[in-house]
């Protein structure tokens, strides 16, 4: 008989029902573009499964990514998470410091090879002398420790591509950890900072389906960054009407009206924020009357500046143009944008023999 006591401990601890693990299932679900039928398979495997050991690595960035993730509220139900996975090394949160903290990674790295998932956070510099922590640099403890994961997940535009730390000039040579160490099972987790639903989601996967998600070129998992933001933007409506904000405190923007002309890269953005948003799913940067910069994208802080700056004109404004036709004129090396019924497909064709054997079973 299998043994999911740790699970039941978990739940009654924090006062939670089965009913809210069950509600908790359900929001992966949808955050990872799977039917609500698969919420039943989500929690047998979360309940099958034994916590993985997880070290969370931290090196050029501002730890935004890691206060985002630990204020995440949505989908709710966060602090599961927390007991679905062994939090082993983490240079923010954990207790240990000094000798004792690098002991905890070694002993991670040495005893769990191959079956421990490691997280970065923060650019990995290449220069000489930029970044050490313990005295090793940036460079050769991702290289150790990612190098013998089951998986890395970089989180944020920093770690997946280099973000503002490679920014020109770029003195010390910082770079994304794909590129930094090639070759390893990665996902990229890019924003600034990270969405920490899709941090949540991305363990939820693995541990449900044994591996990482489907992505697109660019190592972005299709539930997080396959389609547009401004597919779903709620403001979408008025850039077809062709009705734009003209200045920060005019009528227009206080009605709600495009901020394409103020700047928006959603056009040229693929992410889910309009869909999982911020501060327990309550509002996003657009919601909240900013336009989007484009933080989900490679080298946006060079490609994408000045922010307020508005895009090159995009052809085929009206009722007639989707957001896919906009961004195919403007984007440059990210191939056609995936449509949100697109990813949906390609998930459910993927793991339905999973959702089949459950069905199979209960016959």
Not at 32 to 41: D, E, K, N, Q, R
Request: net charge negative; with cysteine.
């Amino acid at each position: 008989m299998r043994d999911d006591s740790w699970l039941l401990t978990s739940l009654e601890r924090r006062g939670a029902s089965r009913k809210a693990f069950l509600g908790f299932c359900g929001a992966m679900a949808a955050t990872l573009a799977l039917p609500g039928s698969y919420a039943p398979a989500i929690a047998e495997a979360l309940r099958a499964v034994r916590r993985p050991s997880v070290v969370w690595l931290e090196f050029s960035g501002c730890t935004g990514c890691t206060e985002s993730t630990l204020r995440t509220e949505n989908p709710g139900f966060a602090e599961l998470v927390l007991d679905m996975i062994s939090l082993d090394y983490h240079e923010t949160l954990m207790a240990p410091s000094g000798k004792a903290a690098e002991r905890s990674l070694r002993d991670v790295v040495g005893d769990e090879k191959g079956k421990y998932i490691a997280v970065v956070e923060g650019a990995i510099p290449t220069g000489d002398g930029y970044c050490t922590v313990g005295g090793r640099n940036a460079l050769d403890i991702a290289r150790e420790v990612c190098g013998n994961a089951a998986a890395t997940i970089a989180v944020g535009a920093c770690a997946s591509y280099g973000g503002w730390p490679a920014a020109r000039p770029n003195p010390t040579g910082a770079m994304g950890l794909g590129q930094a160490v090639p070759g390893i099972p990665i996902v990229n987790l890019p924003g600034c900072p990270v969405n920490g639903a899709n941090v949540a989601a991305t363990f939820v996967h693995y541990l449900t389906f044994g591996r990482l998600p489907e992505t697109d070129q660019l190592g972005r998992p299709l539930f997080a960054y396959g389609q547009l933001i401004h597919d779903s933007c709620e403001r979408r409506a008025h850039y077809d009407a062709g009705e734009f904000a003209e200045t920060w405190d005019d009528e227009a923007h206080r009605k709600g009206w495009c901020l394409y002309k103020l700047g928006c890269k959603g056009p040229t953005t693929h992410h889910n924020c309009p869909i999982v948003r911020w501060n327990g799913g309550t509002s996003w940067p657009v919601g909240a009357g900013h336009g989007c910069i484009g933080c989900s994208e490679p080298q946006f802080w060079d490609a994408n500046s000045p922010f307020y700056d508005r895009l090159p004109n995009v052809p085929g404004f009206g009722l007639q143009t989707t957001a896919e036709e906009v961004g195919a004129g403007i984007v440059i090396g990210t191939g056609a944008a995936f449509a949100l019924h697109g990813v949906a497909a390609a998930v459910v064709e993927r793991f339905a023999p999973l959702q089949h054997g459950e069905e199979e079973k209960k016959a």
